[in-house]
């Protein structure tokens, strides 16, 4: 499996980066090597001294598809988690400003958190108005909401399946809002769709 990442989807992010409002979806790959493995810690990697969390909701892949056209993105994602698109942002910087892939600090060992459980599409009211967010250490970090993505799950499905298969299992991350921060050892991270945690993690 392959997580497919989306970098700039909100707009406040994109300001708080001092990014550029990008014309279409900024996408990168994380592979399987980079997710957590459950019930394992959250490792700080040792190339990097300023590691930053960024809470994404997650797309679970149900069907094998190719250049989807958007009215049909739906069928191709059935459940929807929360993750964390873990970045090495001083490495990111000079990449960045080298004009050089982000590999290094998008898709390094670790740097994916998903949640165990992913809640089915069904169960949503609205899936272009979920709310999620993020606590450190009990303390409210980062809010976000899908009405808030500059391009929703269904754009975002098609968008990516003209450049690669989407596979059963695949993942695709959907971009952070603001409210991205700097990891210490010993936080524990904990996430929310709605009221529901997702997932809770220890930083070492
Ligand atoms: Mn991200």
Not at 74 to 89: C, F, P, Q
Request: glycine share 8%; aromatic share 10%.
């Amino acid at each position: 499996m392959k997580i497919i990442c989306i970098g700039r989807n909100y707009a406040r992010h994109i300001e708080e980066l001092q990014n550029e409002r990008p014309e279409e979806p900024v996408i990168f790959i994380k592979p399987d090597t980079a997710l957590v493995p459950k019930g394992n810690p959250l490792f700080l990697p040792d190339f990097s001294n300023n590691v930053h969390y960024e809470t994404e909701l997650v797309l679970k892949i149900g069907r094998t598809g190719k250049a989807i056209p958007p009215h049909k993105a739906r069928e191709y994602y059935r459940s929807i988690g929360l993750g964390l698109d873990i970045t090495a942002r001083d490495l990111q910087k000079k990449l960045k400003e080298k004009g050089l892939p982000w590999e290094k600090a998008k898709a390094f060992d670790f740097s994916a958190v998903v949640s165990r459980e992913f809640i089915p599409v069904s169960d949503f009211k609205d899936i272009n108005n979920i709310d999620f967010s993020l606590q450190i250490n009990g303390k409210t970090v980062q809010e976000g909401s899908s009405s808030r993505m500059l391009w929703k799950f269904d754009e975002l499905v098609s968008y990516i399946s003209r450049f690669f298969t989407l596979r059963v299992g695949d993942l695709i991350f959907t971009g952070t809002p603001e409210g991205v921060g700097r990891l210490e050892r010993d936080m524990i991270l904990e996430g929310f769709i709605g009221d529901k945690s997702m997932f809770k993690i220890r930083v070492k």
